[in-house]
């Protein structure tokens, strides 16, 4: 059994009997208390009831510490982490889960971190992580059905020595347990592609940090990449750079335009815009603006 609702055997069932019951002083500060998402935190911990309750317990605490509940409104990321951090949400898988993209090789690693403190860095992913489950809730509410984890693309193209750095390596995994401890089962499935032969290196200094299950959920991909991805996704929701047929609406293969709902206009001045699509793959212009689901304009 899979474990998830309406897939269930009799101890799974019981299993989630115990936990709502265990956890009822905790449920308003939750931020989702149906099964589905009680259901994330069981698999998580393989149904061990007391794990599953410690785990979520700590995951409150966490939010109350970070202030999670209004981290999208009311924190926004130092500019400098908007600016040089390449990447962002484009698109959906053909289940309907939304897509992240990693674009890594313009990241300048030892530069951003002179630059901004490790907590602005960690709380920008929890609020990447924040928008992603709102879209999640959001394509639940579109298509009817439970959508709840999405589908990344790690574009390592040009992952050289300056991306080992051990200041940058000992963040990166920071941020990695904090996923693994605070969204359970929120990933489905990860792409790396283009990998250079220095990617194994860099992938066992961080492998450690992750549980089996997410390591099970990562496929480093060959030279067959883009046929991969269009297995998965269908052509229309993944840009022509990557083997799709999304470009921006001048033609752009990388979709740089697309960036998120608001675009810098002359002047540094901010526009409103409805481009569905968030994305980031300024490999030849990594200072484009940081994508985000909630920008407005006048908000910068």
Same mark, same amino acid.
């Given at each position: !059994? ?9 101890k ?9 019951e ?43 510490? !970070? ?14 982490i ?13 289940e ?18 002179? %630059?901004?403190?490790?907590?602005d860095?960690?709380? %920008? ?38 991306? @080992? ?10 941020? @990695?347990? !904090? ?41 480093i ?80």
């Open positions: !059994m899979s474990g998830r609702v309406g897939d269930l055997s009799p799974q069932t019981e299993a989630l009997q115990q936990f709502q265990r956890i009822q002083d905790i449920l308003p500060q939750l931020p989702a208390q149906h099964d589905h998402f009680l259901l994330r935190w069981l698999r998580a911990r393989n149904f061990n009831v007391q794990k599953s309750e410690a785990m979520l317990r700590k995951h409150v605490e966490f939010r109350k510490q !970070m202030k999670v509940d209004t981290i999208i409104t009311e924190w926004r990321p130092p500019e400098v908007e600016k040089y951090l390449s990447g962002g949400m484009c698109g959906y898988d053909r309907g889960s939304p897509i992240w993209y990693d674009v890594i090789g313009p990241v300048d690693p030892k530069g951003l971190f002179l %630059s901004a403190s490790k907590q860095f960690i709380k %920008s992913k929890i609020r990447d992580c924040e928008m992603l489950q709102k879209e999640c809730n959001l394509q639940t509410q579109r298509l009817g059905r439970n959508i709840e984890s999405i589908t990344m693309i790690y574009d390592v193209e040009g992952l050289g020595l300056k991306h @080992l750095w051990k200041p940058a390596i000992e963040t990166y995994g920071e941020i @990695l347990q !904090m996923f693994e401890d605070n969204y359970p089962e929120g990933l489905k499935r990860l792409f790396v592609i283009k990998a250079p032969k220095l990617f194994p290196v860099a992938y066992n200094l961080v492998k450690h940090f992750l549980s089996e299950n997410t390591r099970q959920k990562i496929f991909l060959g030279g067959n990449w883009q046929e991969v991805l269009l297995k998965y996704i269908d052509a229309e929701e993944l840009p022509m750079i990557y083997g799709g047929k999304m470009t921006d609406p001048d033609g752009d293969p990388r979709c740089r335009t697309r960036v998120s709902s608001v675009v810098l206009k002359d002047g540094d001045e901010l526009e409103e815009t409805h481009i569905c699509c968030r994305c980031c793959f300024n490999e030849d212009q990594p200072r484009g603006p940081r994508p985000s689901l909630l920008l407005r304009a006048g908000s910068r």
